[in-house]
């Protein structure tokens, strides 16, 4: 695999291990998008400039040339990838080639590309990951212009399909209900996923996929694609005309624009795409190695994440350090490893209307600060664990009194609540700072080990008085690239925090923020049955060992849940196995039975995590078509198979059958922990038998590598 310039017909191949991305460039420095798809290894191979062009009755319209990157102006009326004014009013842009870079390992490549009048230059960003099938594609737009360039509209790029009939799944996003799948055949005109909340997850999530309608989880060719952008994004899928799907992904441009003065840039996000020819599966597995191997924090890339103990069930805001006190001993004895005192710690705050922005320990709730519960925790071999809101801030709090410029707001309107907060601006550089120095006064004070960092309502109001009318549409760039720095920080000076990525739930659960956090709150949905559908779509995009939440074993199956749903503990335990898992109950108020339960599930998901978490995860039975569940993970070298069968409401003595296993190697012998020999050809071929009955019954089927005899 390698990037490669062929210098005698000008085109440029980008080349996966099994597929290959080709563009190239004409006499008239424009450039044409060739080819995505399987694998080419010669230029000959692929179809010309002419053959790829569509009818049209411009014919010379930069339209017809499948443009890599197309700006909009001259016969231009589709999606286009880069919208700008330059300083003397002209909107009109036309970009050729200027110059390339190909690094000296061949993973990287950058095209430079020019206005043909003004110095606008757009660096066109390519990169490929060994053993991987996955483009990362990103623009940054340069001026070099004495005035002032506009930016209107922004893309990271363009893609093209094969003319084809498609199928389309996308994840539609709600609290309580993300990654919801829906594949449907892609009908003639604009689809459009985006968000205007500032967070990603809010209506859709940023992620594509394509296939020909014949695609299962393990075969069938599959394009497939997600933006790596925590706010405000926008993915347009074009089946128009006589033209081949057309994707554009980037920034949103709806209550956008961004002012270059000369010197001055915008870098769009990472449109991370990758084709396969196994299925929508083998495309999960692709992100999941992407983030184990480049993108997740190094320090819990491989090392299993810490069974966590969540104190807020057993006393919401009402808590202390006394309660707290009482309940460490208790998660020590279960088995938990952090624990972790949620809301309710900080400031005056004794419910949601009050607090936020003043993070240092209530006085009266904790006279000695946190030291105490955090030396128990240290003391009984647990890591301690914070929870904190830090882009928010309470009208009655100290720091809104003394700042009430630094929230978002129009000055002729009244500041709309939400949850009783506002947002704070931290695209100002004084309210970064100010995030930044809390987080540092606070992990360095306090032996802190996990971070829960919260984010509780939607973006309305954006205004930023402080800055002039034509750079107040930037904020919702500017926003997110300091949450990225205030991430950073933490990750640079702190590598031995967990952070957990939580907003609303699953509102920010896009892959920009796995390179920071280890952890996501998949879902405020902690309902165990419904946990199962989440984690399907969730494991679309994410590694199964970062999803998280409040608590998985909890009194959210208990009654208190979305759903009012009671659920037995050994089903909501073989979820949470699926991820990182989580204990909530009030341990003091638990009949000792059930305490003894807790501890016992504890012990198997430490038992089988290793493999669980860092292992390749095949998502075997879908709860979509079917009553119950079966997801598999296989060790990286094969020799540790786990199965967790989830069996969800199965009537009329229902047979399951033999479920046929994935991605074992076929010569090795496999033993089950009573006993039975298999092959890894024969668990593939033949398959496992599984029985479940009635309502949420469960099991976890355990194979390891066999001595040879």
Wanted: aromatic share 12%.
């Amino acid at each position: 695999m390698a990037i490669k310039f062929l210098e005698n017909n000008s085109i440029f191949m980008v080349n996966t291990e099994n597929s290959t991305y080709a563009f190239c460039v004409n006499e008239d420095k424009s450039v044409t998008n060739l080819h995505w798809g399987a694998r080419v290894d010669n230029a000959f191979d692929l179809l010309s400039v002419d053959e790829v062009r569509e009818p049209c009755e411009w014919k010379d319209s930069d339209y017809i040339k499948r443009g890599e990157f197309n700006a909009w102006g001259g016969k231009f009326f589709d999606e286009p990838c880069l919208k700008v004014t330059f300083g003397d009013g002209v909107r009109d842009c036309k970009l050729v080639y200027e110059e390339h870079k190909i690094s000296e390992d061949g993973l990287e490549l950058v095209i430079t590309l020019k206005d043909v009048y003004y110095n606008l230059y757009v660096d066109l960003y390519y990169k490929v990951y060994p053993g991987l099938d996955l483009i990362d594609k990103k623009s940054v737009i340069r001026n070099e212009e004495e005035k002032t360039v506009t930016v209107e509209s922004a893309m990271s790029g363009s893609l093209y399909l094969p003319k084809d009939n498609y199928m389309l799944t996308v994840m539609g996003s709600a609290w309580a209900r993300e990654y919801d799948l829906r594949r449907e055949k892609m009908s003639y005109g604009k689809t459009v996923l985006e968000s205007r909340t500032l967070y990603s997850n809010s209506n859709y999530s940023p992620y594509f996929a394509i296939d020909k309608g014949n695609a299962t989880e393990e075969i069938g060719e599959v394009w497939f694609g997600t933006l790596q952008w925590a706010g405000n994004y926008k993915m347009t899928i074009e089946y128009v005309r006589n033209n081949p799907v057309r994707i554009v992904g980037g920034l949103n441009d709806f209550d956008f624009s961004y002012p270059l003065k000369k010197g001055e840039s915008i870098d769009t996000p990472v449109f991370t795409v990758g084709y396969t020819q196994g299925g929508f599966g083998t495309a999960s597995r692709m992100f999941h190695d992407l983030q184990k191997k480049y993108i997740s924090p190094r320090k819990y890339a491989y090392e299993p994440l810490p069974v966590i103990y969540n104190a807020w069930a057993a006393f919401e805001f009402k808590i202390d350090a006394e309660k707290l006190l009482s309940l460490v001993d208790k998660a020590a004895y279960i088995g938990a490893e952090l624990f972790l005192v949620d809301d309710g710690w900080f400031g005056t705050r004794d419910d949601e209307t009050s607090g936020l922005g003043d993070w240092y320990p209530n006085k009266e709730k904790f006279p000695n600060g946190l030291t105490p519960i955090i030396e128990k925790c240290n003391k009984l071999g647990m890591k301690f664990g914070l929870w904190i809101e830090p882009e928010m801030v309470s009208p009655n709090s100290e720091l809104y009194k003394s700042h009430p410029d630094w929230v978002f707001s129009f000055k002729t309107r009244e500041r709309e609540l939400s949850r009783s907060q506002l947002t704070l601006n931290i695209a100002k550089p004084e309210v970064k700072e100010y995030i930044i120095n809390t987080f540092d006064k606070l992990l360095s004070e306090n032996n802190i080990e996990f971070i829960k960092w919260d984010s509780n309502r939607f973006l309305s109001q954006p205004g930023w008085e402080s800055e002039p009318i034509e750079k107040q549409r930037a904020y919702h760039y500017d926003y997110i690239k300091a949450l990225y720095d205030i991430f950073a920080f933490i990750n640079e000076k702190y590598p031995n925090v967990i952070i957990e990525n939580c907003a609303q739930g699953g509102m920010r659960a896009d892959l920009s923020l796995a390179h920071y956090c280890s952890r996501i709150n998949r879902s405020d949905n902690q309902d165990a049955r419904d946990m199962v559908f989440l984690h399907e779509g969730f494991t679309y995009i994410h590694r199964t060992k970062s999803a998280g939440g409040g608590a998985h074993i909890s009194r959210a199956s208990r009654g208190f849940g979305v759903n009012g749903r009671t659920l037995p503990i050994k089903f909501m335990a073989h979820v949470a196995m699926l991820g990182s898992l989580a204990v909530g109950f009030d341990l003091r108020s638990l009949p000792d039975e059930e305490v003894e339960e807790i501890k016992e599930y504890v012990a198997m998901h430490k038992k089988y995590r290793n493999t669980v978490q860092n292992g390749d995860m095949y998502r075997l039975v879908s709860p979509r078509n079917n009553d119950y569940a079966v997801y598999s993970f296989v060790s990286e070298n094969k020799s540790d198979v786990v199965v967790i069968a989830l069996g969800l409401n199965i009537s009329f003595e229902k047979k399951i059958g033999s479920i046929q296993l994935r991605g074992l190697d076929e010569a090795m012998l496999y033993i089950s922990e009573d006993g039975v020999r298999k092959t890894g050809k024969g668990l593939m071929n033949v398959g496992v038998p599984i029985s479940l009955k009635g309502d949420y019954d469960c099991k976890i089927i355990h194979f390891t590598k066999a001595e040879e005899n």
